[in-house]
């Protein structure tokens, strides 16, 4: 009989525990952008912000891609871990990893496609339309790369761990603030590798520009690894390592 009040007081600490730790992550969230947007918008201005923004939110509609996966593993984890079926857990787990991962390819497809429709589309100035297009690219990777992470969150959520998922949140964010601080306020530039009409419209943020043909946006990522590739090579050998052997990179070569 004593078993049943220590498992109702660990139930209500879990939840007091919890409902805490969603609280105070949104807080720190509300408070960390308060507090950050006045410094992004005072660097970028607020025409880049703006773009920034709408772009941003023209894009998040790939989280939709989720398509329920997160929901269900949260379910389902929670069952199998009340039945004792790790196992079946498990290979639950495995397969919603696999599928995001196959969601964030899609949405990086889908995202090359319609990146040269949006300036279009939310009708942007002609001269911001490279930048639009770049954007709309650069937040759908960044969509892609939180759709796996789901996978992780949502098990949490299954076991009850509110606590962890807002403090990885919070770790997050607070790094995410720090990174985009010292950069702004250390005059933090950008290497622009773009093509002749990204040149054109290239901002005041801009330390440096390399410029590559036009191309078909499906081949153009072909053509912008060659610049990158030259800055690895020669910053590795500014730095005065051996390009020839990486650190934690072993390289064969068979001969028969």
């Not at 929670?78 to 390819?105: F, K, M, P, Q």
């Not at 796996?148 to 509110?162: D, E, F, H, T």
């Not at 081949?219 to 690895?232: C, F, G, K, S």
Request: hydrophobic fraction near 55%.
């Amino acid at each position: 009989m004593a078993v049943e009040p220590d498992k109702n007081a660990a139930i209500r600490r879990q939840v007091a525990v919890g409902t805490a730790a969603n609280y105070a992550g949104r807080l720190i969230n509300l408070g960390v952008w308060f507090v950050l947007t006045p410094i992004i918008v005072s660097h970028l201005k607020s025409t880049n912000y703006g773009l920034w923004a709408l772009v941003a939110s023209f894009v998040a509609y790939g989280s939709l891609a989720d398509l329920g996966i997160a929901s269900a593993v949260t379910k389902y984890v929670a069952e199998y871990r009340a039945h004792g079926d790790n196992e079946t857990a498990s290979e639950l787990i495995s397969t919603a990893l696999w599928l995001y991962c196959a969601l964030a390819v899609a949405v990086i497809a889908v995202a090359a496609i319609i990146a040269p429709l949006v300036p279009d589309i939310i009708r942007v100035p002609a001269n911001e339309h490279a930048t639009t297009s770049w954007l709309v690219v650069i937040t759908a990777v960044g969509v892609a790369v939180q759709l796996p992470s789901n996978c992780a969150i949502s098990v949490l959520r299954g076991l009850n761990r509110y606590d962890l998922i807002n403090a990885i949140g919070t770790l997050a964010m607070l790094n995410l603030a720090v990174g985009i601080v010292v950069i702004l306020v250390l005059g933090g530039k950008v290497l622009l590798i773009t093509d002749a009409q990204g040149l054109a419209s290239a901002g005041a943020q801009v330390w440096a520009t390399v410029e590559v043909p036009d191309a078909d946006p499906f081949i153009a990522p072909l053509l912008y690894a060659v610049p990158v590739q030259l800055l690895a090579y020669y910053a590795a050998v500014a730095k005065g390592t051996d390009v020839d052997q990486p650190r934690n990179l072993a390289k064969s070569v068979t001969v028969e």
